[in-house]
């Protein structure tokens, strides 16, 4: 059997193995062959790549990447999902040995058996931000990637400032990458239909903004201006710096207005921010 999966074949697939999508585990399964292909064809693999998926799930993403890609890695936390993937890509006629299997969750993973270049996704709902920036902390080798998540959190990480959707996840993204919209996809191409619109994500990698020490301090002080975002600086990142007066001089120092609110701040202003607190 050639080509990718379409509908009959995933639901026989979840059938057999006994698979009823979860949404405790987020599991929407793409049924759309052309979507996948659309992902990959945005994700500008290359034959040379090692591409990393998160969450699989019943292979039909997968089996897009085994078409151009050089090898495939996946993490998938599901066991029987886990375990169906290779009996599914062999069905289709790939080589086995271009597949990775890490039966594993996404959330703790630290380490792959091989170096990705590319990341292709469909995060689950739930955890496709914490997801996303802990692969792009944890594995520098990812040169680009392309995720679909939710709408709404697609406009998060690709917001500018003073935009209602700028916040935590449109900052610290923008630590290790540059992000952009690369369009959106129907309800209809899942299985089972979400209730919510999804989007891709395009992510660029670039040079980390700065060493690890200095990503901690100002991932707490991203954290502090948006946990209360009508809150002007001064008084968001009070405890921060011990009091709303030593904070108001800090951010003074680092050139920023303390009466400005975090939402109106790019990265390097809260890098200059977090560069005067003193560990």
Not at 13 to 29: C, D, E, S, W
Not at 31 to 39: E, L
Request: aromatic share 6%; net charge negative; with cysteine.
């Amino acid at each position: 059997m050639s080509g990718l999966l379409g509908a009959a074949e995933i639901r026989e697939i979840a059938a057999r193995i006994g698979v009823n999508p979860t949404k405790k585990l987020g599991q929407n399964f793409v049924v759309d062959a052309n979507t996948c292909r659309r992902i990959v064809k945005s994700a500008d693999v290359l034959d040379t790549d090692i591409a990393l998926e998160i969450g699989p799930g019943l292979g039909s993403l997968t089996l897009a990447l085994l078409e151009v890609a050089n090898e495939v890695i996946v993490v998938e936390i599901d066991e029987r999902l886990a375990a169906e993937l290779p009996n599914t890509v062999a069905r289709h006629e790939f080589a086995a040995e271009r597949l990775t299997v890490v039966t594993q969750d996404a959330m703790v993973v630290d380490n792959l058996p091989v170096a990705p270049t590319v990341l292709v996704a469909n995060l689950p709902y739930n955890i496709s931000v914490p997801v996303l920036l802990r692969f792009m902390e944890k594995f520098p080798t990812l040169r680009s990637g392309v995720v679909m998540v939710q709408s709404e959190v697609a406009d998060r990480l690709v917001a500018l400032p003073g935009s209602k959707n700028y916040g935590s996840p449109s900052v610290k993204a923008t630590w290790w990458a540059d992000m952009s919209s690369a369009g959106t996809v129907g309800r209809s191409i899942f299985w089972p239909v979400p209730n919510v619109d999804s989007s891709l994500v395009r992510f660029v990698r670039h040079e980390p903004a700065g060493d690890e020490a200095l990503r901690l301090k100002t991932f707490a002080v991203i954290d502090a201006a948006f946990a209360q975002r009508r809150k002007m600086l001064r008084g968001a990142l009070s405890e921060l710096f011990g009091g709303s007066t030593a904070a108001s001089e800090a951010i003074t120092r680092a050139g920023v207005d303390p009466t400005s609110r975090g939402e109106a701040l790019l990265l390097p202003e809260f890098i200059k921010i977090a560069s005067q607190i003193s560990l």
